[in-house]
């Protein structure tokens, strides 16, 4: 808010030079809150298929998160009016691999009653397959 305030001022006096840093600092705000929002949803993603991969099996309800997630990663990640997309698909590979850490963390608090640290949960799986499977269910076919 104390930006658009500002923003205003610069207009007013017509500092366009300045008002334009603002506006720059004001998108970058809102680049960085999709990407954040995007990030949660791949944790939630990339949770389950650690779930599925260690438990060797799926339920419904990992399902239909799994499908939820991927779908408001695609919404996020679009550009409604300028057309394309926020993150690339080297970015949204960027994000995966980020936001896997925070996965496995809450994967090793869930797969078999919490049974396992989340090094030993790193055994069991296969991280680059299971990044590499959220991104093309991810990614505009």
Do not use: C
Request: net charge negative.
């Amino acid at each position: 808010m104390e930006e658009l305030l500002e923003l205003k001022d610069l207009l007013l006096k017509g500092d366009v030079p300045g008002a334009l840093v603002i506006v720059e600092e004001l998108e970058e705000m809102s680049k960085q809150d999709i990407i954040d929002n995007i990030r949660s949803y791949a944790v939630i993603l990339l949770l389950h298929f650690i779930k599925q991969q260690a438990e060797n099996r799926t339920t419904r309800s990992w399902d239909v998160s799994i499908r939820n997630s991927v779908r408001e990663i695609q919404r996020k990640n679009k550009r409604r009016k300028a057309r394309g997309y926020y993150l690339s698909p080297e970015e949204l590979f960027e994000t995966l691999q980020e936001a896997y850490l925070n996965a496995i963390d809450e994967a090793s608090l869930e797969v078999e009653e919490g049974r396992y640290q989340p090094e030993e949960l790193e055994q069991l799986i296969n991280r680059e397959e299971i990044i590499n499977r959220a991104l093309k269910l991810i990614l505009p076919q």
